[in-house]
């Protein structure tokens, strides 16, 4: 079957007065596998109704942005799809005039693998699907050490190359160090992720105190948009992107 699947759902409800008499008498449910078995016996009718929209997302979602060396699959506490993911928010901040010390990206943002090979448009939408937008906060030393533990207590989070943490197989954080170096509660750091986190999201509360906050709105700053902008440049270097596993966050017993 293939993986591109369009799906159009017609509905019309018709609402009718209740009345008070009436009373539920039993509750009843069912699931319907949706699978390649609906294949066997294509409606001919639906498939040529089907055919014009099928053509306008697969324009919209097959043209391809670049190549991946190798299928990478989120996990915690440490994957090659959340590095990757991490990196990408520190490589793009060039374009917005920021250095920052660090990058973070939430593993409950990494909706879908990402697939060996030709890499479109349509993967990066199934990995990123939401309108979260690349952001930009300072964090003291004390508050990154907050949000190191909290990203301790769930088991992991996305982290860029800078990182290294050693957590506990009970969520807590021994130690932790950026660029190799210990960190300094009074120092400042500026960190990279996506705005939804800023809230205090995904049980990082710790962004929460986060100033100097610079968080473009405009939909070209799409944390997807970032991605493909990525993966497009490595393209155009004749390089594949690929990440590896380094030891940014590791359990220690």
């Known amino acids: 079957m293939d993986r591109k699947l369009v799906i159009i ?6 609402l009718t007065a209740c009345r008070t008499h009436y009373q539920v008498a039993s509750v009843e449910r069912s699931t319907i596998l949706v699978n390649s078995r609906y294949d066997a ?18 324009s919209i979602m097959g043209p391809k942005v670049g190549r991946s060396a190798k ?13 990757l993911l991490a990196d990408i928010m520190v490589w793009a901040a060039k374009d917005y005039g920021e250095h920052p ?9 990494i909706r879908a693998d990402l697939p060996k090979g030709d890499v479109t448009y349509g993967d990066v939408l199934d990995i990123a699907p939401f309108e979260n937008k690349i952001a930009f906060t300072t964090l003291s030393g004390a508050e990154v050490l907050e949000l190191f533990r909290e990203m301790a207590a769930v088991g992991g989070e ?31 750091y500026r960190i990279v992720t996506i705005d939804y986190l800023l ?8 962004f929460k105190k986060g100033r100097n906050i610079n968080s473009p709105q405009e939909e070209k700053n799409n944390s997807r948009f970032v991605i493909m902008n990525y993966f497009r440049e490595m393209d155009k270097q004749g ?7 380094e030891g940014r966050i590791t359990i220690e017993d």
């Open 9 to 14: 759902i017609m509905m019309t409800v018709g």
């Open 71 to 83: 299928f990478m699959s989120p996990k915690r506490p440490e994957s090659e799809i959340s590095n």
């Open 239 to 245: 390089k594949e992107v690929d990440a590896q596993m």
């Open 199 to 206: 809230g205090g999201t995904d049980k990082m509360s710790a």
């Open 158 to 188: 996305g982290v860029s190359h800078a990182v290294r943490m050693v957590i506990t197989t009970d969520g807590k954080l021994v130690r932790a160090t950026i660029h190799g170096k210990s960190i300094n509660p009074q120092q400042d």
């Open 101 to 109: 010390d660090f990058g973070v990206y939430n593993m409950g943002g």
């Open 41 to 58: 016996h294509p409606d001919a009718e639906a498939a040529t109704f089907l055919q014009y929209y099928t053509q306008v997302i697969d």
